[in-house]
């Protein structure tokens, strides 16, 4: 639960001066494919926009009120997907 102005009230309402908390969570979008490209980006043939990380970055957000990593998609290439 996200701490505003309204519960800290109520915890105050309750003596407390402390509560437990944790840092809001980071969560990183990686999108796959190719055919993938920026919504500012010219189109080819057989590619698309982007749309699913933008997407679930936003759902995380709105959610979690975490902090989304949304990193540019990764080409359907084993090297580009198993990492450094």
Request: proline share 8%; hydrophobic share 35%.
């Amino acid at each position: 639960m996200r701490l505003n102005a309204q519960r800290l009230a109520l915890v105050a309402s309750q003596g407390l001066s402390r509560v437990a908390a944790y840092r809001r969570p980071r969560v990183s979008v990686v999108v796959t494919g190719s055919e993938l490209r920026k919504p500012e980006a010219s189109l080819g043939p057989g590619e698309i926009y982007e749309t699913n990380g933008i997407m679930l970055s936003e759902l995380v957000r709105g959610r979690t009120g975490g902090l989304p990593v949304h990193f540019d998609p990764v080409p359907d290439e084993e090297e580009a997907m198993s990492g450094p």
